[in-house]
């Protein structure tokens, strides 16, 4: 026979942890708003205009990304090299890749790297408002915020003591194959109120791809 006390005890102890947990999530996600410049100024910069120069690491030509971000839902980037160019364009899920005078809607896992691209640009506001799909763990130095979306799974290192987001790591499937693609954010500066990084390192599993360096940023009003 099941012990009515005990039972309530568990269930007080079960509500007491989530709680807690949801309380500290919470606490992070303020203070990194306040960190990054606040709500409002970081509205504001939910939809921007960036341009990055690309130092390619893994053997190709150096290049340029001419990026436009709206959170949460769309994003689109121009990846302009000497021989090529390559646009990728994500709306509210739909996903469709041109390059020469080809054009190809995006599925599976061309499909979900997108979904990945943007996701790792997810603001601090933008995790708030996904709190409770958020699973909170820590090393020594970070706090590591777990987002699901589906399928996918992002993870965001959160620094301790800046409490700016310095990388983010998402796994993309193959079939019974994955990959982690790794972003580290560096050198932030204040732009348009908000903190913003100005240098991104790309790593695809453990090579080293590319090193992006800002060149231009601008607000987008909607």
Do not use: C
Request: proline residues 3%; without cysteine.
């Amino acid at each position: 026979m099941i012990n009515p006390i005990k039972s309530a005890l568990a269930t007080l102890l079960l509500l007491t942890s989530l709680s807690a947990k949801e309380s500290v999530s919470d606490e992070i996600l303020n203070k990194m708003i306040d960190v990054y410049g606040g709500e409002k100024n970081i509205i504001k910069m939910n939809s921007y205009e960036q341009v990055w120069l690309i130092e390619a690491k893994a053997g190709s030509s150096n290049g340029s990304d001419h990026r436009r971000v709206s959170l949460p839902s769309s994003l689109s980037t121009e990846l302009t090299y000497p021989d090529k160019k390559e646009t990728r364009t994500l709306i509210n899920g739909y996903g469709v890749k041109e390059f020469g005078d080809k054009k190809v809607v995006a599925k599976g896992p061309m499909l979900d790297a997108m979904k990945l691209q943007l996701m790792r640009l997810y603001n601090p506001l933008v995790l708030k408002n996904r709190a409770e799909n958020i699973e909170l763990g820590s090393d020594d130095a970070n706090y590591i915020l777990t987002l699901k979306e589906g399928e996918l799974e992002t993870k965001y290192f959160v620094s301790k003591r800046e409490y700016l987001i310095e990388k983010v790591v998402g796994k993309l499937s193959f079939g019974a194959k994955s990959m982690e693609f790794v972003t580290l954010y560096k050198d932030y500066e204040k732009q348009e109120g908000v903190m913003m990084p100005t240098t991104e390192v790309k790593y695809a599993g453990e090579v080293n791809t590319a090193v992006m360096k800002l060149q231009a940023l601008k607000a987008i009003n909607n």
